[in-house]
């Protein structure tokens, strides 16, 4: 059977998962009565409720006698390093891009990496049925994206697709009218346009793992594309090391892609996606090959970490309500398990009670913690902060490429938000009440900063970043929070008559009747400094009674934390308390009388 491997790109939002759901079910992969669910692809809870894509995943698709390997990306750019190592396992790529929004931060850097390892692209134009779709000004978009980033000649005379992935219609004009249902163009396109894998069936084996899996089961499993030869199940094979070794292991099982399921196989060729398992600490980039014969393939990149927080066993008066899992020793065990299939993800020792954690990025890591709290941890994890470099003698951090979407009246605040954090305008461009803003920021500039846009456009802004490189420190102290906090000074249940007392002193986060412990942070203070206050206080009751003195106290409603806002929200001596129920924000020193010191000593 021939095969065609691609990958599909985009944006995050612009509907390639949703795409890949309607290739899968008009190639007649699924049964008639097989019951599959929207967005398919997205299998843990986490990308299903806030609907993106965190990890690749391959499927396959057999259609007019063609099996289609298809990888499913990231498009968000904390998982990026994914998107770049997929790069090299597939010979072409579908672009997909919003018929409205057009190219975005995330699509040139997608597009980036596909064009720099030299794929074939698709470009497909999807949402064609928004009554806001602008499909030739998108693809001038486009193709100027791809003449900036030096795509060749080839590469240019790219197949243009339109969809409607969410109502199952494609077709080849960009009038909507022509759409007909099925996916049939984009898959004779994928056919007729994406070479076959240049690969030699009878060569010596070459496999090399570009991604991570983990099963309880079987271990670390390598999932990768057979460059070479052949590979079956019980076979001895040799894996030459990252750092040049040799080591000589059993293949214990392997799996091939088939819709939405991942099936065990005997046997695999050149030009299959495959995983394999047998060798327990298998990392991305070494090289499978023959006993005696080994060749080893170009090392793949893997994306350094940006970003570092300590992850702590919790230390609040609370600790154990509403946890299972609250040691130190479990606590790592966890991290370390995911470091199994996360490559961009880096551990190391604190001290005994806590671990320094480094990712791609806060959504990278915020999600690690979400994951956690749903199994059952308790921990307390700090303020994000970026990792420093030392390149030639200079200290170097961070910087981002920054695309935000405003409506006009905001334009100065954010124009001037930016610029406190050391934010450089690349260029500016208006049209239709709307302004396009490009920024280069340090990423510390940018910690804390989307609760801040989101409020100042009154939730009309758009933001979009990606990393760039790392350049000189930038002066000043960037991304800490401008307002000081109201910290409790007592323990007990925060009550309506205490919280009512409080209102104009600054924006609660807790309701009456919340358990509350001396050093928790519940409200954010109308002034730069820290306020202790007393949120636990009950009125005093006397028998006399006065006229007008029997009015209900009617509250505000709290602000919502999400986690987050939390991690964007906190300064460098606090730390958020999170466990499955609750998030709680907290200062390091909970002892009023100690934290005051300690400020009066800074």
Do not use: W
């Not at 960009?174 to 009878?202: C, F, R, W």
């Not at 983990?214 to 076979?235: L, Q």
């Not at 030459?240 to 695999?268: P, T």
């Not at 470091?339 to 009670?353: F, G, Q, Y």
């Amino acid at each position: 059977m021939k095969k065609r491997n691609i990958a599909i790109i985009a944006h995050v939002d612009h509907g390639k998962t949703t795409l890949v759901d309607q290739l899968l079910k008009y190639s007649g992969t699924f049964r008639e009565n097989e019951e599959v669910e929207v967005r398919a692809m997205d299998s843990n809870d986490i990308e299903r409720e806030r609907g993106i894509t965190i990890l690749a995943k391959p499927t396959a698709i057999d259609y007019n006698g063609y099996r289609i390997n298809i990888l499913d990306t990231p498009g968000h750019a904390d998982f990026g390093g994914e998107v770049e190592r997929i790069m090299n396992m597939v010979d072409g790529v579908l672009l997909v891009v919003d018929a409205y929004e057009g190219t975005m931060p995330q699509t040139r850097f997608v597009l980036k990496k596909a064009l720099e390892a030299g794929v074939t692209p698709i470009v497909v134009v999807n949402k064609i049925d928004k009554p806001t779709a602008r499909p030739s000004e998108v693809i001038d978009e486009v193709l100027d994206l791809f003449i900036e980033l030096g795509a060749d000649e080839d590469q240019l005379e790219f197949p243009v697709i339109y969809t409607s992935a969410i109502n199952g219609t494609s077709s080849y004009e960009a009038d909507p009218s022509t759409q007909t249902e099925g996916m049939n163009p984009v898959l004779d396109s994928i056919i007729k346009y994406i070479p076959e894998a240049h690969t030699d069936v009878n060569g010596t084996l070459q496999f090399q793992p570009a991604l991570l899996d983990y099963n309880d089961f079987v271990g670390r499993i390598g999932v990768g594309v057979v460059r070479r030869g052949k590979i079956k199940t019980n076979e001895m094979v040799s894996c030459v090391r990252l750092d040049g070794s040799i080591k000589q292991f059993r293949i214990a099982k392997m799996f091939g892609y088939i819709g939405l399921k991942r099936v065990e196989i005997n046997e695999a060729e050149a030009g299959d996606i495959i995983a394999i398992s047998g060798l327990p600490d298998i990392s991305v980039g070494e090289t499978v090959c023959e006993v005696g014969k080994e060749e080893a393939l170009p090392k793949l990149r893997i994306d350094e970490p940006t970003l570092q927080m300590t992850f702590g066993v919790n230390t609040s008066p609370f600790v154990g309500r509403d946890g299972k899992i609250v040691t130190a020793r479990k606590i790592e065990e966890r991290l370390l398990k995911e470091t199994e299939r996360d490559v961009s993800l880096k551990i190391a020792p604190n001290d005994s009670e806590s671990f320094i954690v480094s990712g791609r990025g806060e959504l990278h890591l915020s999600i690690l913690i979400e994951n956690m709290r749903r199994e059952g941890f308790e921990l307390q994890v700090s303020k994000p902060e970026v990792i420093i470099k030392e390149i030639n003698g200079v200290k170097c951090e961070p910087y981002e490429d920054v695309q935000i979407d405003v409506p006009d009246e905001y334009v100065g605040n954010v124009i001037e938000a930016l610029g406190n954090r050391e934010g450089k305008m690349e260029n500016m461009v208006t049209a239709e009440n709307q302004t396009r803003l490009y920024y280069t920021i340090p990423s510390r500039g940018l910690i804390g900063f989307s609760t801040e846009f989101m409020t100042m456009t009154k939730g009309y802004g758009i933001i979009n970043h990606s990393f760039k490189e790392y350049a000189p420190l930038a002066g000043g102290t960037v991304g800490e929070r401008k307002l000081g906090v109201l910290v409790s000074m007592e323990n007990g249940k925060s009550t309506a008559y205490a919280l009512g007392g409080l209102e104009d002193r600054g924006i609660m986060f807790v309701e009456p009747g919340e358990d509350i412990y001396e050093g928790m942070i519940v409200g954010e203070h109308t002034h730069e400094n820290d306020l202790a206050v007393n949120v636990v206080k009950g009125k005093n009751l006397t028998n006399t009674r006065s006229a007008g003195k029997d009015h209900t106290v009617v509250l505000k409603r709290p602000r919502l934390l999400s986690l987050e806002y939390c991690l964007d929200y906190i300064n460098s001596d606090e730390y958020v308390e999170v466990t499955p129920n609750h998030l709680r924000l907290r200062k390091k020193i909970l002892n009023t009388g100690e934290r005051k010191k300690a400020d009066s000593r800074k």
